[in-house]
């Protein structure tokens, strides 16, 4: 006797069946898992390796004044002269040592060197996470050669996940508009495959990381 069953309800009947029996996931918990394997190093040390690699410069800071010494010692170095400064903490750090910079936008379009703070410092691959909530907001870690972020040992996280928890703590549910992460100076290689640094940026990333923890 020929079937008369048709494909189409060959195939409702087996997922049917398919729905009744009771099956195990084959991947339970997958999303608990950890992504990499455990590491063991300092976070300074596998953040200062990973931003190198990316052609960041890595400068340790143990404390303010050290800090403001490397940074004079930079700009002598560099001969910058218009470097400028938006936030109120950072601008009130480098008044106390009396460190020139420029604290509004004059002249902006002949800035050298863009002085800001971050959110977080991602040790996994040597990212900055910032975001506009900032005075320094979208434009100076941007528009100037070179960007200068000034963060502390309390900042660092190894993981992206970790720097999200730091950014919901301390925003909640009012969220800045941007949030975006830094690896290493501006780059491309869209013409000739010919990487090209500072084609959409800074030409040069420096992170200053201050210890600030319990001496």
Avoid at 72 to 99: D, G, S
Avoid at 157 to 163: E, G, Q, R, S
């Amino acid at each position: 006797m020929k079937d008369s069953t048709t494909s189409k309800e060959k195939l409702l009947k087996k997922i049917r069946k398919a729905l009744l029996e009771k099956r195990e996931n084959p991947y339970p918990n997958l999303e608990e898992l950890p992504l990499y394997p455990p590491n063991s190093e300092i976070l300074e040390v596998v953040f200062a390796e990973e931003l190198s690699k990316v052609s960041g410069q890595f400068v340790f800071c143990e404390d303010e004044i050290q800090f403001i010494e490397n940074i004079l010692l930079l700009a002598e170095q560099k001969k910058w002269r218009k470097i400028y400064c938006w936030e109120p903490a950072l601008q009130e750090l480098l008044n106390q040592y009396e460190y020139p910079f420029y604290a509004t936008d004059k002249d902006f379009e002949l800035a050298e060197v863009g002085l800001t703070l971050c959110e977080a410092l991602i040790a996994r691959n040597g990212s900055v996470l910032v975001s506009n909530a900032n005075a320094a907001g979208r434009r100076l870690s941007i528009y100037p050669h070179q960007h200068i972020v000034v963060a502390y040992t309390s900042q660092l996280v190894m993981d992206l996940k970790d720097a999200f928890k730091i950014i919901k703590e301390r925003y909640g549910n009012q969220l800045p508009s941007m949030l975006s992460t830094i690896t290493g100076p501006s780059r491309t290689a869209d013409i000739e495959k010919t990487l090209v640094l500072g084609a959409h940026g800074p030409k040069e990333l420096y992170v200053f990381l201050l210890d600030d923890s319990p001496k």
